[in-house]
């Protein structure tokens, strides 16, 4: 993976020591799941609590250095499904987010950078879709020209259509 956002990420390696841990109230590392059907004309969704947004699944490493589990961890947790496969066990996309400052269970969560590893996952469109009521209220599978319409968050229209756009060129 080359680009601006692996030269940073690397960089910031160099230099803090505690990146995969949220203790580091200034970057942390994140996994993310791009998740499709078997067809590849959909992609898994939850409605996001904070955010108020259809997104993607993903979560904090939480001190976990491979990031793919921690992708495929979130995606079984956020939405249900059981049966999911890496299509890649390279990271397919890497981005630099900002989180903006929020309450989160009582307490005040700082503005903050999520250096995000997204994972390309297969998921089995029959699997029964559970909602994760502490950080989603619905989960639906979405197609994959109508997910910057479901998301309200300006800023994931332009990763959401490089995931698009990589996962049409994927072989």
Not at 3 to 19: E, Q
Request: charged share 25%; with cysteine.
């Amino acid at each position: 993976m080359t680009g601006p956002s692996c030269f940073v990420m690397l960089s910031l390696l160099r230099t803090h020591g505690d990146l995969l841990d949220r203790t580091n109230q200034v970057a942390h590392f994140t996994g993310s799941a791009w998740i499709v059907n078997r067809e590849r004309t959909k992609t898994l969704m939850v409605y996001h609590n904070l955010y108020r947004s259809w997104s993607w699944t993903g979560g904090h490493a939480d001190g976990e250095a491979d990031l793919l589990s921690v992708a495929m961890r979130e995606a079984v947790e956020e939405t249900g499904v059981t049966q999911v496969i890496p299509l890649l066990e390279e990271i397919f996309a890497l981005d630099i987010l900002p989180v903006w400052s929020h309450m989160r269970k009582g307490l005040f969560v700082p503005s903050h950078l999520h250096l995000n590893a997204t994972y390309l996952l297969e998921a089995d469109e029959t699997d029964l879709l559970v909602v994760r009521e502490e950080e989603n209220s619905a989960v639906k599978w979405v197609p994959l020209q109508e997910v910057n319409r479901y998301s309200v968050e300006p800023d994931m229209h332009a990763v959401y259509d490089k995931l698009s756009e990589r996962l049409h060129n994927f072989k």
